[in-house]
């Protein structure tokens, strides 16, 4: 799949401000800026299989070190969702927790979490920029940059599909040992009791209601973020991107991630209840838990999955942008309106 997308990367209208050439130093790459030539000495070509793989690779650490280092939180977020008659509120849910369980407990399903994360981090970004390259080169440049925000949205949605398919299993797993009491403790002993009682639909059952929770949140991930962080650079920071070191527009990426990742938490925090109830309760549906649940107990544990989600969030982009600037990787700039599609607008004005 990836070598047949290689040539549609190359002719992408989002390659194209990278395309400078060591003989020209001072060509104009983006209208109205002069972008060095060494700037364009990337590890690798934009939209090639190996960048494809390093951005996968950054996924990777992104979304498995940020999702498992926020365990606690998450278990408690979960068991406020699940029981909340017993888990009453973010600071009630830990004492009871640490009181049950002790402070190790709170660390149940962190072999799961990492796992499943690093592969679900692997495929939403990898696939991100597959998608955001082939569906831009599909629509042609000029609209590339009017319709951007759908651009986005189109993209994150499709590698979000693919990234809940390899996330389900571990995220069965996760719920299932944070919130059954007397369930087992570990992935190794977790797994074989899920699939002796439910074959492999028991790791499976819950992904729609996780595609339900995650597409959307990571169409507001990613569209959000894009969008924000152009609205920064363009009414906030007080110069372009190209003249910011690059340890300042890491503190760039990491506000506009946090931004995003708070509308994320409100978008999909309904279905992520829905995934709770469902891979606690053996047998359930999401219809069933929905309806049972009602309006408010849809929106239990919201405040805890704010704070986690935004932090979370925000770290995602930092340590995924971070980790493109240590390898090297092609960065374009915001996207900037074409020269055709300027010289269009003049013809019309005139």
Known sequence: MFSSLWETAKNSPFSRPLEAQCDAPNKQLVAGRNIAAADAEYSCEYGSNKYYALCGFGGLLSCGITHTAVVPLDLVKCRIQVDPAKYKGIFNGFKVSVREDGVRGLAKGWAPTAIGYSMQGICKFGFYELFKILYGNMIGEENSYLYRTSLYLAASASAEFFADIALSPMEACKVRIQTQPGFASTLRAAAPIIYGQEGLWGF???????????????????????????????????????????????????????????FCAIVSHPADTIVSKLNQDKGSTAMGVAKNLGMAGLWKGLFPRIIMIGTLTALQWFIYDAVKVTLNLPRPPPPAMPESLKLKLEAKQA
């Open 204 to 262: 499976y059952k819950g992904v729609v209601p996780l595609w339900c929770r995650q597409i959307p949140y990571t169409m507001m991930k990613f569209a959000c973020f894009e969008r924000t962080l152009e609205a920064l650079y363009m009414y906030v920071v007080p110069k372009p991107r190209d003249q910011c070191t690059k340890n300042e527009q890491l503190v760039v990426t990491f506000a506009a991630g946090y931004i995003a990742g708070v």
